[in-house]
């Protein structure tokens, strides 16, 4: 169980995030979604370790991990998939993916590893000596969530993963994180494509200038007037996804 209480994070003088309580279940499949600016990427960049909190504390299966730096929060088994997907494009994509098993428990099993994200991503199978750069969008965004995977992670973090992609590669890059969190691996996602991750979800939070304004199920929350009007972006006659 991942538990954040009274989180604070901060740009200089600038407060990004305010008194952030959120928890992620083993095995559940969470969404942020708010407007652009919400501070959702400093979210979870906070969560992975990356931007440090200013203020309150964050825990893992009752470990502390606030004051360790960023590879601690890997070793405790949190992998983060970055927004623009954050790829070396000159190396290969088999040096990519390898690059996601320096853990030690991981490097032991690297090639075990590497045969199994070559089998959830074929593709990837297909083209390990490729460089990481000539490969398409959606391949690369294959690439970089099979990048976390090689670490074994228990919770797997992803920003905007659908950024950048067309539609028919949003809908096969959102059945292929169903399919990692019906395995068994716990997912945050912080997404733009709203009616979507909020389909996906089984809980969401919605992130507005830096607070926590509202959370619970996912239809529950679409049927909000206010929600759906001020933080979500929907119209108020759209229909909310069906399950």
Do not use: W
Not at 18 to 43: H, M, Q, S
Not at 60 to 88: K, M, N, Q, W, Y
Not at 102 to 131: I, K, M, N, T
Request: glycine residues 10%.
């Amino acid at each position: 169980m991942l538990e954040l209480a009274g989180i604070e994070a901060r740009y200089g003088a600038a407060t990004a995030l305010r008194d952030i309580a959120l928890a992620l279940g083993d095995g559940e499949l969470v969404c942020v979604v708010g407007p652009n600016g919400a501070g959702k990427t400093t979210l979870i960049n906070v969560i992975a370790g990356i931007h440090r909190a200013s203020a309150g504390s964050i825990r893992l299966d009752s470990h502390d991990l606030t004051h360790l730096p960023a590879h601690r929060f890997v070793d405790r088994g949190i992998a983060l998939v970055p927004e623009g997907r954050r790829l070396f494009t000159t190396m290969t994509v088999r040096e990519n993916l390898e690059l996601g098993s320096y853990r030690p428990a991981s490097r032991a099993r690297r090639d075990e590893l590497l045969g199994q994200v070559c089998a959830r991503f074929p593709v990837l199978g297909q083209c390990l000596d490729r460089a990481a750069g000539t490969l398409s969008g959606g391949q690369q965004q294959m690439l970089a969530i099979g990048r976390a995977l090689m670490a074994q992670p228990k919770i797997l973090l992803l920003d905007e993963p659908s950024l950048g992609l067309a539609p028919i590669i949003v809908l096969e890059m959102f059945d292929l994180i169903r399919k990692v969190n019906a395995e068994g691996t716990a997912v945050l996602l912080v997404e733009q494509n709203v009616a979507m991750a909020m389909e996906l979800a089984g809980r969401a939070y919605v992130l507005e200038e830096g607070r926590i304004v509202a959370e619970g199920k996912p239809d529950v929350l679409l049927r909000e007037p206010h929600i759906r009007r001020a933080y979500l972006g929907l119209e108020e006659n759209s229909g909310a996804p069906s399950s």
